[in-house]
């Protein structure tokens, strides 16, 4: 069982940056495959980016492509999602996500095994 926790969001004003990050506990964190999404409020969870295993490879929604960079230290069990030129459209619950290791990393939110509890991020306008 991996248990994840989310830190770091909060409320800034537009064009502001915060870096999330989660840390895993309870398994081989450098095994599996790590997902940000997010679901504002009235909306469905959508996928924002993901890391495979070794961090050699990333992946991004075309709203985070160019502002946001996920990222892992599989030393310190902790994957972080660094969210430059916030937007208020970036308002959400951000969560991150593990997934057992698969040839491909999915990107759909019901491949990934163990969630967070979720960190609100809100951006003014």
């Known amino acids: 069982q991996v248990h994840l926790v989310e830190s770091g969001g909060g409320l800034v004003q537009a064009g502001a940056s915060l870096r999330l990050s989660c840390v895993a506990s309870?398994?081989?964190?450098?095994?599996?495959?790590m997902g940000w999404f997010r679901q504002a409020p009235g909306k469905e969870r959508e996928f924002v980016a993901a890391i495979i295993w070794s961090g050699t490879d990333t992946y991004y929604s075309d709203s985070a492509k160019g502002r946001f960079t996920i990222s892992r230290d599989n030393a310190k069990n902790t994957a972080y999602l660094q969210m430059n030129s916030l937007k208020p459209e970036d308002t959400a619950v951000y969560y991150c996500a593990a997934q057992r290791w698969r040839p491909i990393i999915s990107l759909l939110d019901y491949d990934y095994d163990y969630w967070g509890q979720g960190t609100q991020v809100s951006v003014s306008s």
């Open positions: 309870g398994g081989t964190f450098s095994s599996y495959g």
